[in-house]
């Protein structure tokens, strides 16, 4: 789609069916697409649309592609694999989630990683991604390559302290790294200040039904979401 005007620029078919989970690489040459049972698949959308399929995996909950396009991440239950997408070898893996991982986003540069679970997800560092159970840390901002934590951020209510039982079903690291965009199953938006850890702006009800995926434009300044109510919107940042 043109993000100014709106229209088609072009619409391709795929055999896939039921497909449930998406990404698209930053500069638009890489397209994931996955079901939950047993495999996800590459598109090379420079080259008439040949594939790479990583089949075995079972309970996909998300995938994402880093941003060099040489590695997808997976979502899967309590951990989240990352791949090479030529060879398809494991290059890391952050398991000890103590729960199913929800949502991730690699920043433009591959240094950072934000992840978040259906349940908290409390990480110490020291190399490795180690879980404890805590009710007051919902994402947390990784470095890539070690798994050390960076930053923690809560997901609250706009109204009190207590963080609400809500899911977290996309997140977005904008691209100079500073700022993260997290939806919710409440419809919400929250964008966040990575460095001070505080709450920018929230924007209830951003759609009717369940936002899937957030992109941006490559300077930043527009976010597009995705939902379960068929729209399509864009926000000025």
């Not at 979502?75 to 791949?83: C, E, N, S």
């Amino acid at each position: 789609w043109n993000a100014s005007t709106g229209s088609l620029i072009e619409a391709k078919s795929f055999p896939d069916a039921a497909i449930q989970f998406g990404a698209l690489s930053h500069d638009g040459r890489l397209l994931v697409t996955a079901r939950p049972d047993d495999w996800v698949r590459v598109y090379d959308l420079d080259s008439s649309g040949n594939s790479v399929q990583f089949a075995g995996h079972t309970d996909i909950s998300h995938v994402a592609l880093t941003a060099n396009r040489q590695e997808i991440a997976l979502g899967l239950p309590h951990g989240l694999l990352v791949k090479s997408i030529p060879s398809g070898a494991k290059t890391r893996h952050f398991d000890g989630l103590p729960g199913i991982v929800s949502a991730t986003s690699h920043s433009i540069d591959g240094r950072l990683i934000a992840i978040s679970c259906r349940k908290s997800i409390p990480i110490r560092g020291g190399g490795g991604l180690r879980i404890q159970e805590d009710a007051d840390q919902r994402i947390a901002i990784l470095d890539a390559k070690t798994g050390d934590l960076i930053q923690s951020l809560n997901e609250t209510p706009a109204t009190g302290n207590k963080v609400r039982d809500i899911a977290i079903t996309a997140l977005l690291i904008s691209p100079d790294g500073t700022m993260l965009v997290s939806a919710t199953d409440d419809l919400a938006l929250t964008l966040w200040n990575v460095g001070s850890k505080k709450m920018i702006q929230r924007v209830e009800m951003a759609h009717r039904q369940k936002i899937n995926c957030l992109a941006h434009s490559p300077s930043g300044n527009i976010l597009v979401t995705g939902s379960d109510d068929g729209m399509i919107k864009l926000w000025a940042i």
